[in-house]
């Protein structure tokens, strides 16, 4: 499966769990329309009831208080490779910035592309609104990911912050073990 998940707003280094979660929420609501298309909304339940009779195939992860719905997990063998563009208002080259440096901006980028590892990685007195139940996410964790690559761009905008950035990330899935539940999904 291929799809692209789109963010522009702040992206900067080594951010805390409130900025993480507010990146995630954005990558949800994009998530939970993938969900409901072709080939996912197929698995949608199956993956994603508690009480479903075939327990190998449930990918909800429970992080008080939110369950969470990740694409790629390990119970449902899928991997992932990311393809990221990063514009951002800076000269080309210009790797270490007011924004932060690349790697520590990724950082905080895939954070929020996966389920958060504890409570603590969500913000304090953080509840699911009313469309989060299940809480779609792209990754169980970044573990999961087999390739990645980077390309950075400028932003040609004026007037931009400097931690300011457009990000596409190209997703391609891949289903390394098949089941019967889970045919379909690679």
């Not at 924004?99 to 969500?122: E, F, H, Q, Y």
């Amino acid at each position: 499966m291929e799809f692209t998940l789109y963010y522009r707003g702040p992206l900067k280094a080594n951010r805390g769990a409130k900025e993480k979660h507010t990146i995630r929420k954005h990558f949800h609501q994009q998530l939970k329309v993938l969900w409901n298309q072709k080939p996912l909304n197929a698995f949608r339940d199956k993956l994603h009831d508690p009480l479903h009779k075939d327990q190998t195939i449930n990918v909800l992860r429970e992080i008080p208080p939110f369950r969470f719905a990740p694409l790629v997990a390990e119970r449902v063998s899928l991997i992932a490779e990311l393809n990221i563009t990063m514009l951002r208002p800076e000269p080309p080259g210009s790797i270490v910035t007011q924004g932060g440096d690349i790697d520590n901006r990724l950082k905080t980028l895939l954070d929020a592309l996966k389920v958060p590892s504890s409570p603590g990685a969500l913000p304090r007195q953080e509840v699911p609104g009313p469309d989060e139940d299940p809480f779609y996410c792209l990754l169980e964790d970044d573990s999961l990911i087999t390739r990645i690559s980077v390309n950075t761009d400028r932003l040609l905008e004026v007037g931009l912050a400097p931690s300011e950035a457009v990000i596409l990330v190209h997703v391609v899935t891949k289903q390394i073990e098949v089941y019967m539940g889970t045919i379909g999904l690679a």
